[in-house]
């Protein structure tokens, strides 16, 4: 009996490493098409805490209150502190390099903005300040809303949790 314990307390503490070196994993559900076509309406997806790393293209969770409600909000990495980010015709462009990222852009009639930005799929350039992010929904439209677009730079402080892999499921019709 007491090797079976030791056993015990040693797998616990195994564990226990483990969620601390790799982080503590969540099942997050994604509600409508801001992520598509990289993650559609319906479907699950793994996200890891504590953040350790931040690289261009992630896709993170942040923290964003809106009218006294907090929410995660996955969005796409597409700058950190001292880039220069635009877009041209809805593809992100970093450091003067066209990026490879999936995203689409549904109703191209509706390039005008109410924001600052003026045009929704072309702008720029933007350089990303200290301790800030630039986060983008990979729809480019107004259903991308909220992405620094819209809501500035994101601090590196609001992002809760990165994503690893999605999770099979239905996709809402």
Not at 42 to 65: E, K, M, N
Not at 143 to 163: N, Q
């Amino acid at each position: 009996m007491r090797v079976a314990s030791w056993v015990l307390l040693l797998l616990l503490g195994l564990a226990v490493g483990v969620l601390v070196y790799v982080g503590r994993p969540a099942i997050y559900y994604m509600t409508g098409p801001s992520m598509e076509p990289t993650i559609g309406p319906g479907r699950y997806f793994v996200a890891w805490t504590p953040v350790r790393s931040i690289a261009h293209g992630d896709l993170v969770l942040f923290r964003f209150v809106d009218e006294g409600e907090a929410y995660h909000v996955l969005r796409r990495v597409a700058g950190v502190a001292g880039d220069t980010v635009a877009m041209a015709d809805g593809r992100a462009v970093v450091n003067g390099v066209p990026q490879d990222w999936p995203y689409q852009i549904l109703q191209p009639e509706a390039w005008r903005s109410p924001y600052p930005i003026g045009n929704l799929f072309s702008w720029g350039p933007w350089i990303v300040p200290t301790d800030s992010l630039l986060l983008l929904a990979d729809t480019r439209d107004m259903v991308g809303w909220p992405d620094s677009r819209f809501i500035g730079f994101v601090a590196v402080r609001d992002i809760v949790a990165k994503t690893s892999r999605r999770i099979r499921g239905r996709e809402r019709q």
